[in-house]
């Protein structure tokens, strides 16, 4: 788990320092025994779409949707490549505006979860696409209280629905998800309350984009946007949607 203080050290060192540690080992290990760097430890697994969405909407306008699936890197840079979301902010949901803080919540007691805020069109992307593509690549929705090489509750697999409709849709889809079995296992994913969201610290934010060649982001995240590219090529775009989005 990744433990280090963000009042010490200066932002692109923390960047850097705060997943290196536990993954430079691993990637070398990768790189002596041949295998395939790029290689994920979340497989992605196409799941059918949901049998119920939000209606499609005739007119632009702007929707937002809250998921937690492990480090907030990978799954923001999922996001950023899908057609008709506009913006995606790493942060954190689950706990109190005074415990959104990556060290604090870095100790898995806080209830929060590392998460992303989508804001999306509906006239371009359903929130049901986004939730199918959300538990295909985004991440493994099997996992309890992990991700990959990171372990906690704060990197659990979560929905935070913003309305009922959302909240209907997303039971209703695990629900379906887990009776077709496509897993082999029950999802671990929890369908949360809603208690709002709060950005993480500037260097987190667009974190894949501008280290593609970080080693946590080459082992963990990269292949995630090559399955969504390769799955879902009808949503994908080349061109990352950047959050401008300032810290609080």
């Given at each position: 788990m990744r433990?280090?203080?963000?009042?010490?050290?200066?932002?692109?060192?923390m960047?850097?320092?705060?997943?290196?540690?536990?993954?430079?080992?691993?990637?070398?290990?990768?790189?002596?025994?041949?295998?395939?760097?790029?290689?994920?430890?979340?497989?992605?697994?196409?799941?059918?779409?949901?049998?119920?969405?939000?209606?499609?909407?005739?007119?632009?306008?702007?929707?937002?949707?809250?998921?937690?699936?492990?480090?907030?890197?990978?799954?923001?840079?999922?996001?950023?490549?899908?057609r008709?979301?506009t913006?995606v902010?790493?942060?954190?949901?689950?706990?109190?505006?005074?415990?959104a803080?990556?060290?604090r919540?870095?100790e898995?007691?806080?209830?929060?979860?590392?998460?992303?805020?989508?804001?999306?069109?509906?006239?371009?992307?359903?929130?049901?696409k986004l939730?199918?593509?959300?538990?295909?690549?985004?991440?493994?929705?099997?996992?309890?209280?992990?991700?990959?090489?990171?372990?906690?509750?704060?990197?659990?697999?979560?929905?935070f629905?913003?309305?009922?409709?959302?909240?209907?849709?997303?039971?209703?889809?695990?629900?379906?998800?887990?009776?077709?079995?496509?897993?082999?296992?029950?999802?671990a994913?929890?369908?949360?309350?809603?208690?709002?969201?709060?950005?993480?610290?500037?260097?987190?934010?667009?974190?894949?984009?501008?280290?593609?060649?970080?080693?946590?982001?080459?082992?963990?995240?990269?292949?995630?946007?090559?399955?969504?590219?390769?799955?879902?090529?009808a949503?994908?775009?080349?061109?990352?949607?950047l959050?401008?989005?300032?810290?609080?």
């Amino acid at each position: 788990m990744r433990n280090l203080s963000t009042e010490t050290r200066q932002p692109a060192t923390m960047a850097l320092w705060a997943k290196g540690l536990l993954t430079a080992c691993g990637l070398g290990l990768a790189l002596l025994l041949g295998l395939n760097p790029a290689f994920s430890s979340e497989a992605a697994q196409v799941v059918p779409p949901p049998a119920s969405d939000e209606p499609v909407s005739a007119a632009a306008h702007s929707e937002t949707a809250v998921f937690a699936g492990g480090c907030f890197w990978g799954v923001q840079g999922v996001f950023q490549h899908v057609r008709g979301v506009t913006d995606v902010v790493s942060g954190y949901a689950g706990g109190s505006r005074d415990t959104a803080r990556y060290e604090r919540v870095s100790e898995g007691d806080t209830g929060h979860a590392e998460s992303v805020q989508i804001t999306y069109d509906p006239a371009q992307v359903t929130y049901g696409k986004l939730l199918q593509i959300f538990f295909s690549v985004a991440h493994d929705p099997t996992e309890l209280n992990r991700q990959g090489p990171d372990s906690g509750t704060q990197y659990r697999s979560a929905v935070f629905p913003a309305n009922d409709m959302q909240r209907k849709l997303a039971l209703a889809y695990v629900g379906q998800i887990d009776k077709s079995k496509v897993f082999g296992k029950a999802l671990a994913t929890r369908v949360e309350p809603f208690n709002g969201f709060y950005p993480a610290e500037p260097y987190h934010q667009n974190f894949l984009v501008h280290n593609p060649s970080y080693p946590y982001i080459v082992v963990n995240d990269l292949p995630k946007i090559g399955d969504l590219k390769r799955l879902f090529p009808a949503v994908y775009r080349a061109q990352p949607a950047l959050t401008k989005v300032a810290s609080r």
